[in-house]
């Protein structure tokens, strides 16, 4: 996986991603379907910084989530334009593929948002143990045995937090503050989505 610089000179990581959640248009707590969708894509090459292939499942499940629910898109595009009328729309067919993605595609997220948000608060704590407590609180109830492992050992091959911020922009402080606005973005759409997967009309 990389291990060189994620980002233009002069740049940040940050303006390497084809969406940013910061740019996901939300309309009346309507979520857009195809900005989420680029912008949760655009989030695993953050795994690809973290520099280790034990981060290839975590990277793969949520690639594969996003898919889940990009081909219920493609297949209804006219009941897909907000993730609420894809999800309503799909299990009114009584299928719940496209649900069922998404709800593990916010579980990854809120695991990602979580990791992040605590190592950037807490300048003390190494990436490992933000990403092993992240993921207790996210992912981890809901993994298999065989699972959890896989994810552990990710957890475990986290780099050294002044080695992997380094990776993100030459000036700390611009990437500090460009990931502070993307992870609230990301956080207020997690928000919309858990309060909305755990609503009746989105019961599988």
């Given at each position: ?5 994620a ?11 084809k ?9 009346d ?9 680029e912008?949760?894509?655009?989030l695993?090459t953050l795994?690809?910084?973290?520099g280790s ?5 975590v ?7 996003v ?11 006219g ?7 894809l999800v309503?729309?799909?299990l009114a067919?009584?299928?719940h ?7 593990w ?5 809120d ?6 948000s ?13 990403f092993?407590?992240?993921y ?5 109830p ?27 922009g ?11 606005a993307?992870?609230?973005a990301l956080?207020?759409?997690i ?14």
């Amino acid at each position: 996986m990389a291990s060189t610089n994620a980002y233009p000179p002069g740049g940040t990581f940050l303006d390497t991603l084809k969406k940013s959640f910061v740019d996901v248009p939300v309309n009346d707590g309507a979520i857009a379907t195809s900005e989420f969708l680029e912008a949760a894509e655009s989030l695993t090459t953050l795994f690809d910084v973290l520099g280790s292939v034990a981060f290839t499942p975590v990277k793969s499940d949520m690639l594969g989530n996003v898919k889940k629910v990009r081909d219920r898109q493609l297949a209804a595009p006219g009941d897909s334009a907000t993730l609420q009328e894809l999800v309503k729309a799909e299990l009114a067919t009584k299928k719940h593929v496209a649900t069922e993605g998404l709800v593990w595609l916010v579980r990854g997220l809120d695991f990602t948002a979580i990791a992040l948000s605590q190592n950037i608060e807490n300048t003390a704590e190494e990436l490992s143990a933000s990403f092993r407590a992240a993921y207790g609180d996210t992912l981890k109830p809901h993994h298999s045995f065989m699972v959890k492992p896989i994810f552990s050992a990710a957890m475990s091959a986290c780099p050294y937090r002044k080695d992997f911020y380094v990776k993100l922009g030459e000036d700390e402080g611009k990437v500090l503050e460009g990931l502070r606005a993307w992870l609230g973005a990301l956080k207020s759409l997690i928000a919309i989505l858990k309060t909305f997967l755990a609503s009746k009309e989105a019961k599988l």
